[in-house]
């Protein structure tokens, strides 16, 4: 079947051998004036998980953020279709452009539907950054745009006929689900907390359980990632520069962490995987305090250990949104582990080798 590249994708259930290019006018359904071309699926050629050698589709929001754009390099470098779902087409076109990631389509707003229909999965990793300074428009807007984007792809979803529906989304969630403690572990079957965060997850984690039953949903509690370019680790490691790369706090927090090659292999695998169903935790399986955290980071900089980093220095960087390193959870990978998840990086001291010397 010959593929043509497409903008904005349509799907089919029926085989086509050859298609002809189309040309859409301005007030053909809203669309641009531009050339498109199909993806066309046949029916014989369904996706089934259990088949390596099958293609998926995968619309992701979220696909611009720190776990997302890897993510989509990931699914691209496997010649799986990417649908980047974006509220800012040309945000997306910079971070994936057409030279480097041939066939990706971006898709805005009004164009989600059209993308998720014909998807085989559905990856939401949408939301405003926590490890940011906090103000009370940001602490709104952290809640309100996981709310937002997840319960409009669920509706999106759940208005699809059965046979034009994803058969699998993948919605991620955060540790902050368990609220905070020194002594206690935590693991999927522990209870949610009672704080800011935790209520933030547990609306998020409902806006997602509304999706039709015969979509399989996977609930990704997500660690602190850590990697060069982004998340909380991008604004920890000027602070060791500045200082000897000793605790920040008390050392005692807890710090429930994983590589961003770790997550983002465990969503690969909740995609694929018809295993992966429920609530898992996306953190390493060897949490360490934030004392060794920062100890083995110091190391791995080249940076004493000796004198700590004082409170004040991360709340200047993050104001109130210093609570996600300065007050932590000890929280465990069960499931991941039941079923068999490799960790790539189990240990913090090989992760943060391999972030430094990349």
């Known amino acids: 079947m010959e593929v043509f590249r497409a903008t904005n994708p349509l799907s089919w259930t029926t085989s086509i051998s050859k298609l002809p290019s189309f040309h859409f006018s301005p007030n053909s359904q809203g669309f641009e004036n531009r050339r498109f071309s199909l993806w066309c699926l046949s029916k014989e050629n369904e996706f089934d998980p259990s088949s390596k050698g099958n293609q998926m ?22 010649k799986h279709q990417v649908r980047v779902l974006t509220r800012s087409r040309s945000k997306a076109q910079l971070i994936f452009p057409v030279n480097k990631f041939p066939g990706i389509v971006v898709a805005e707003e009004p164009e989600w539907k059209d993308s998720i229909r014909g998807s085989t999965a559905v990856v939401n990793l949408a939301g405003t950054p926590i490890s940011t300074r906090w103000s009370s428009e940001i602490k709104n807007d952290i809640m309100k745009s996981r709310i937002k984007v997840t319960s409009k792809v669920v509706d999106l979803i759940n208005d699809l006929q059965p046979d034009t529906r994803p058969s699998v989304l993948v919605s991620a969630t955060a540790v902050g689900y368990y609220g905070t403690s020194e002594t206690r572990v935590f693991d999927e079957r522990s209870p949610s907390g009672n704080d800011y965060l935790a209520q933030v997850c547990k609306e998020w984690e ?33 602070l060791f520069m500045m200082f000897a790369g000793g605790p920040i706090g008390t050392g005692k927090q807890w710090f429930s962490w994983i590589h961003l090659d ?39 900089m080249g940076r004493p250990s000796w004198l700590p980093v004082p409170d004040f220095a991360l709340k200047a960087v993050l104001g109130e949104g210093a609570i996600v390193v300065l007050e932590g959870q000890k929280v465990l990978p069960t499931r991941a582990k039941e079923l068999g998840f490799s960790f790539k990086f189990p240990y913090i001291k090989d992760a943060l080798k391999a972030i430094l010397s990349s």
Request: hydrophobic share 45%; aromatic share 4%; proline share 4%.
């Open 57 to 78: 589709v995968v619309s992701i929001t979220g696909a611009t953020g720190f776990v997302g754009q890897r993510l989509v390099q990931r699914l691209h470098a496997d």
């Open 206 to 238: 409902a806006s997602a359980l509304k999706v039709n039953k015969d979509v399989r949903l996977v609930r990704v509690r997500i660690g602190v990632v850590l990697g060069k370019d982004g998340g909380a680790l991008a604004k920890m490691i000027p």
């Open 262 to 300: 770790d997550i983002v292999n465990l969503i690969y695998e909740a995609l694929l995987n018809p295993a992966y169903e429920g609530v898992i935790n996306g953190t390493a399986p060897n949490p360490v305090t934030l004392g060794e955290m920062c100890q083995n980071l110091g190391n791995a």
